[in-house]
């Protein structure tokens, strides 16, 4: 058994969570409810991120202090993704004692080790993106090139980040590990920045007290992005529970939006190494969710809100349309025509098509009572073939394969009883193989798609009359030919999905 950790960014509290903050939380849960099928021990760490400017000024906007603010909005994250049946093992704050006291220890670490300097920073700054920017980063006019706005000038006595002396470590760390970032794109996008030269950061602010105190120099605040990244370590016990620490770190996967690299694959890395701890094993980045062609955002004024989308359309079709229709690594446009299609072709025709099927049909050939499956079908082979293209999907991080080989599967079955039209046929064995082998696809698809549609899968696997939940099975074992074991009432039930009239 191996352990998997897997993280969301930590996102902030500026607003409620919108759709591209769903897209990362899913995505996460998917990769970690798998990971739980295959047996892995699995820690899923999401949370907010509570400090620094942006926060405190849109505290300010609504005249309320930081704390307050950041108490009414932190929860609204935690229960969106209870909305959306999101796993995670724990939810962090930044806001919390437990992560104050890991900053502190973790940066007075790195000043310890001789990595930290104070000096004057002059710059211009985003407060939406909560970052300097250098004059070769930005649009024509010294605009953001994320937000669009014009930056703000500061200057400030900080304490620096001796980033620059990390180029050759995080080059060679590279080079000596192929596939710490996923995709490829975005791992040579990272290591040519490296490759670029890097300069020292500001990581304190004087500006603003807002964060969490520099433990050596209480005039400054930590700078929100070195809080923020530590959250990963202060969940699995850095400096408070060593053992633990020890047990999770660095196996550790961080699932991120494409701009936030630099923060991940270089800071980050480099932290670690100054911190004198090993680096995080993967960073798997992607792409963004698209409105009219701009990334979607708090700010967008066509904001939606993942629980409009769950009542319009339902949690699991919700998660699987942004697990299906959005590669990871790759941006899409995000419509609701997009939804509907995907609902009606995969889940209403597909899906939901076969499983009302087989149940009418098993009612009225078999007395209700499911057939053991035939074990010479033409399906069994497919079948062992989607189930190895949904481990390499899963672990080359391709949700989107992993379920599109399992709706081969799906369509492969329907096509079996269009031609077989056991509907038609008398009562008996040849029946009986044809029914039995098509609940035995559903069953293996029931914990194919645990990491997709975790209810649907419960609510497939009841239906086809097994015990239990789907999401205890382990595979590969359980996705062996002929789990299903015949003799169980099949109920029929009203339509799992609905087709869609829009
Ligand atoms: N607080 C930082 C992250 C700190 S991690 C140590 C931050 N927060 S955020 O609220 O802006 O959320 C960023 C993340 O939300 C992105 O990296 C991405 O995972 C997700 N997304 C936000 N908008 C998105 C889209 N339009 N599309 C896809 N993902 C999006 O940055």
């Not at 062609?293 to 339902?314: C, F, H, Q, W």
């Not at 499956?373 to 391709?398: C, F, K, M, N, T």
């Amino acid at each position: 058994m191996s352990r998997y950790f897997i993280t969301t960014p930590i996102y902030y509290v500026k607003d409620a969570p919108h759709v591209g903050h769903a897209y990362t939380t899913v995505n996460a849960d998917a990769l970690a409810r798998w990971h739980r099928l295959v047996g892995d021990e699995v820690f899923f760490l999401t949370g907010t991120d509570e400090h620094g400017q942006k926060v405190a000024r849109a505290a300010e906007e609504q005249g309320m202090s930081p704390l307050a603010w950041t108490d009414a909005l932190s929860p609204r994250f935690a229960e969106a993704w209870a909305g959306l049946d999101i796993s995670n093992d724990d939810f962090i704050r930044t806001t919390e004692p437990r992560h104050a006291a890991a900053v502190q220890q973790f940066l007075s670490r790195i000043n310890d080790n001789g990595h930290i300097y104070k000096d004057t920073y002059r710059g211009l700054y985003c407060v939406p993106c909560e970052r300097y920017y250098g004059p070769d980063e930005l649009l024509p006019g010294n605009l953001c090139p994320d937000h669009r706005i014009p930056l703000e000038e500061l200057e400030e006595d900080n304490y620096f980040f001796r980033l620059s002396s990390f180029q050759q470590p995080l080059i060679d760390w590279y080079e000596a590990n192929a596939d710490i970032v996923l995709p490829e794109s975005k791992r040579n996008e990272a290591l040519s920045f490296i490759k670029g030269g890097l300069n020292d950061i500001s990581i304190t602010r004087t500006s603003i007290d807002w964060g969490v105190r520099v433990p050596w120099d209480e005039a400054h605040v930590f700078y929100v992005w070195y809080d923020a990244l530590i959250n990963y370590v202060t969940a699995i016990g850095y400096g408070q529970d060593d053992d633990r620490f020890a047990e999770w770190w660095p196996s550790v996967h961080h699932l991120i939006g494409k701009e936030i690299i630099r923060f991940h694959c270089v800071w980050w890395p480099a932290m670690c190494m100054a911190a004198g701890i090993d680096p995080p094993a993967q960073v798997q980045v992607h792409g963004w969710l698209l409105l009219g062609g701009d990334k979607m955002s708090n700010s967008s004024v066509n904001r939606i809100t993942p629980a409009d989308l769950a009542d319009e359309y339902g949690v699991d079709p919700l998660r699987y349309h942004l697990l299906r229709d959005i590669p990871l690594g790759s941006d899409g446009e995000f419509s609701a025509e997009g939804i509907s299609a995907r609902y009606n072709a995969d889940l209403a025709n597909t899906l939901g098509n076969l499983l009302s099927r087989v149940a009418t049909v098993v009612g009225s050939k078999c007395g209700g009572v499911g057939p053991a499956p035939d074990g010479g079908s033409r399906l069994a082979g497919i079948a062992v073939d989607v189930l190895a293209e949904a481990v390499a999907a899963w672990d080359a991080g391709a949700p989107h394969l992993a379920l599109e080989s399992t709706w081969r599967l799906l369509r492969e079955t329907n096509a079996e009883l269009e031609s077989a039209e056991p509907w038609k046929a008398e009562p008996g064995p040849e029946v009986d193989a044809v029914l039995g082998s098509a609940l035995e696809v559903l069953r293996i698809v029931s914990i194919l798609i645990v990491p997709a549609m975790p209810s649907s899968a419960r609510e497939i696997w009841r239906r086809i009359g097994l015990e239990g939940d789907p999401a205890d099975q382990r595979l590969p074992a359980a996705g062996a030919w002929g789990g299903y074991p015949g003799g169980r009432a099949v109920e029929k039930g009203a339509p799992l999905f609905p087709r869609r009239k829009d």
